[in-house]
């Protein structure tokens, strides 16, 4: 399922094509988040319809819609360059990404139907796709309230150790790498722990939206406090203990259009 919208695909499995969702998904998280300074002015309201497209790869794209009819897969919302000067940029951008969660659902079970999934092999789809959260939660901060609000009542920040250092927080919810929690006789501490390593799993980047490299280098923003895979940043240990107060890019951007 690698190339565009309008490649050929051959996929057979949820699994395959849950692949696919969550390669087009990456790229409109970059979009929206990482790349948005970029996103913002290829959105000009000047210009004609234009899309946002994510394709598998991991990479995103501003273009006019397919010229075919019907397309070859669903196509996603239309002009959302209209919007951009009359919106508030945080509210357009969070209209922008509801569309685009649609859209990436849209593709999905298009491909389900084209495939001819079972009652089984849907409810796998829809199972996987929903452990994941929507690129609306990840742009507007959603997806990391709702990881805090999850956290143990006695894990706080200063726990947290410096954004710089490549390894794991140990009891922050935000964890990045770590041993396991140590293990405690007491039927509690074993609840804990469970809490606990949950955390760690939901612990998403803020660049591309997945918790994947775990046993990776990742950087936290002093300003908006998320967490980024140093790769997806650019950012790799050895410049990170340089670094005295770490922004992420979309901080930065802000920061320069204020």
Known sequence: MDGGAGAHYSARTAEEVFRDFRGRRAGMIKAL??????FYQLCDPEKENLCLYGYPNETWEVTLPAEEVPPEIPEPALGINFARDGMNEKDWLALVAVHSDSWLLAVAFYFAARFGFDKEARRRLFNMINNLPTIFEVVTG???????E????????????SS???SRPESHSKATKAAAPPKDDDESGEDYGEEEEEERDN???GSCGTNDGKDEFWICCDSCERWYHGKCVKITPARAEHIKHYKCPDCSNKRARA
Do not use: G
Request: aromatic content about 0%; some cysteine; hydrophobic content about 20%.
């Open 164 to 166: 710089k250092m490549p």
């Open 142 to 148: 959603a997806a990391k309230k709702q990881t805090k």
């Open 203 to 205: 612990t998403l980047c």
């Open 33 to 38: 988040t990482t790349d948005v300074e970029k």
């Open 150 to 161: 999850k956290a143990p009542n006695n894990t706080t920040k200063s726990n947290k150790p």
